[in-house]
């Protein structure tokens, strides 16, 4: 397990990157998750258990996979059980939790604008509410990149965007909608930045905080330097992918069923509350001495 905190104030020097693969990555996980609520009422979103494990977990099994070092963590609500999973938790990656104390007056805007104090490298960035497989990350690993994926209005809300015909990120749509005669796409929120263009972002971020804008979204920054042709992102089609956004009760419901049917399908117990169950009639069944039993007044 290799983890360090850092607090404000405190630099590191940028993480090996093999040439022009990105292996560091940032996490937004500092706030509330009142959407999520009860869930969240005690524990940060990351730490919401999805197919019997945290977010959290997913989210740093599939860096590992894809073979990231550095793992950044801005951490604000309930920050001390981030701390406390990561020094927990068995793994490779170099994990450093940072504390931003603003958490609950700004919005991500300025989570990411204070990640600068800590990443000076091109990195992925991702927010705290995905899950993944890490195979999606592939074209990621290499920088000015944005995932995207096909926009469905039955189950999709949040910012969209549109593409240039050579692929890459034409226009974001944070409060509006786009255009109705314009192929849409959702974004993911997963990022992948150079150098170069972090550091145009970031400047952009802190001018944006400095006008007043503590309570914006850090893509209005991304939109504005996409009309002054200030960045260019490479878009990474998920709509062939298998992901979530874990925003609401309903969508954790939907997660939960979805791995469920997963595991089914390649016959893999699921854990739930820790413990593995198997899918018998699409229902979990608790798993006693490697042989399925149905649950009834709680006793198998």
């Known amino acids: 397990m290799a983890s360090r905190y850092h607090t404000p104030g405190k630099t590191r020097q940028a993480g090996p ?6 292996t560091t990555a940032l996490m ?5 998750g009142s959407r999520l ?18 977010l959290l977990a997913h989210a740093m099994e599939a860096l590992e996979a894809r073979g990231f070092r550095r793992f950044v963590i801005i951490t604000g609500y309930r920050h001390e059980l981030i701390d406390e999973f990561v020094e927990q938790h068995d793994t490779s990656l170099d994990v450093e939790t940072v504390f931003n104390d ?15 104090k800590f990443v000076d490298e091109p990195f992925l960035l991702l927010e705290s509410d995905l899950i ?5 990350l592939a074209e990621l690993c ?3 990149r944005i995932a995207l994926n096909k926009y469905n209005p039955e189950l999709h809300s949040g910012t969209t965007a549109t593409v240039t015909d050579c692929g890459h990120l034409a226009s974001l749509f944070i409060n509006d909608p786009a255009p109705p005669d314009v192929f ?3 974004t993911v929120n997963i990022y992948s930045f150079s150098l170069e263009t972090w550091r145009v972002l970031h400047s952009a971020l802190g001018k944006k905080l400095a006008a007043g804008n503590l309570n914006s ?42 791995l469920a049917g997963i595991s089914a399908a390649n016959d893999l117990p699921v854990l739930v509350n820790g413990k593995p169950q198997s899918i018998m009639n699409g229902k979990p069944q608790s798993i006693m001495n490697d042989k399925p039993q149905s649950i009834m007044n709680g006793k198998p």
């Open 17 to 22: 990157t093999g040439g022009n693969r990105i």
């Open 132 to 136: 993944f497989k890490p195979d999606v």
């Open 184 to 186: 849409t796409y959702k």
């Open 142 to 144: 290499r920088p000015d």
């Open 28 to 32: 937004l996980a500092a706030g509330t």
């Open 37 to 54: 609520r009860p869930h969240t009422e005690k524990i940060p979103k990351c730490l919401v258990e999805v197919g019997g494990k945290p």
């Open 217 to 258: 979204f850090y893509e209005s920054a991304i939109r504005d330097l996409l009309n002054d042709l200030g960045i260019r992102l490479k878009v990474v089609d998920f709509s062939d992918f298998w992901w979530d956004e874990i925003d609401s009760e309903n969508d954790l419901d939907r997660v939960n069923r979805n």
């Open 102 to 116: 603003n958490y609950d007056r700004t919005n991500n805007i300025y989570t990411l604008w204070f990640a600068g």
